[in-house]
């Protein structure tokens, strides 16, 4: 994907996105002080670009029951193509998982993982990680607090 040119008025509109998606275009102009017919043609365009991958809203995990955060490192028995695409196959399927990152120098994933409680949490590791997973070794821990958690990314200026 090519990196699309960013001016000023998208920086801001991003930035404003990023504190609250939710209001209204009307709203969002404003912040960002622009017209609305400006953030709304910005806007698409960075949608349709792809700097905007999508909307959504971010719920609380303990106000829902999933109480337990859990960190795993995941080492594979064989690091070639297949077996690393399958296990991401895998890793896909699974609502449990939050995120998944395929790594170098160390383990060959890194997931966070957000399930209601420890018997949640050994139920996806029986399908995930002990079903024919080709996994070698695994490192779990586990959050005691959340000292942060926001989806922000730093723009350039901001």
Do not use: W
Request: aromatic share 4%; with cysteine; hydrophobic share 40%.
């Amino acid at each position: 994907m090519n990196k699309p040119e960013l001016d000023a008025i998208d920086l801001r509109l991003l930035d404003e996105l990023q504190r609250d998606a939710s209001r209204t275009n009307q709203q969002l102009a404003e912040a960002a002080h622009v017209s609305p017919a400006t953030s709304l043609r910005r806007i698409r365009r960075l949608v349709e670009a792809g700097v905007i991958e999508r909307t959504v809203a971010i719920l609380s995990p303990e106000a829902l029951g999933h109480g337990l955060t859990a960190i795993l490192e995941v080492t594979l028995d064989i690091q070639n193509v297949d077996t690393l695409g399958a296990f991401e196959q895998r890793v896909l399927g699974e609502p449990g998982v939050q995120q998944c990152y395929r790594t170098q120098g160390g383990p060959d994933f890194v997931l966070i993982v957000q399930v209601a409680d420890m018997a949640a949490y050994d139920g996806l590791c029986q399908r995930l990680l002990t079903q024919d997973a080709r996994v070698r070794n695994v490192r779990s821990f586990f959050s005691v607090r959340r000292a942060r958690h926001h989806t922000r990314i730093s723009l350039p200026g901001a």
